[in-house]
């Protein structure tokens, strides 16, 4: 089983990817693997973000909710 990647590793191998596909470094023949890869750390980002905006929001409405008592 592989390990998700954090978000910091996940932003900086997706940044990486980016970089080869601008300047060309990564041969045809394997574009669309690591297409495939780009769009699968943006994935992890894009949940690992969802995943921490709702864990602040339910610790906001809890203090909100403990000042109010």
């Not at 041969?27 to 994935?43: G, M, N, T, Y």
């Amino acid at each position: 089983m592989t390990k998700k990647p954090n978000y910091k590793a996940a932003l900086d191998e997706l940044q990486t990817i980016i970089q080869d596909i601008e300047s060309g470094n990564i041969p045809v023949d394997q574009l669309s693997e690591h297409v495939k890869r780009a769009a699968e750390l943006i994935k992890t980002c894009r949940t690992i973000l969802r995943t921490t905006e709702e864990d602040v929001a339910r610790i906001l409405e809890e203090l909100e909710s403990s000042e109010s008592t």
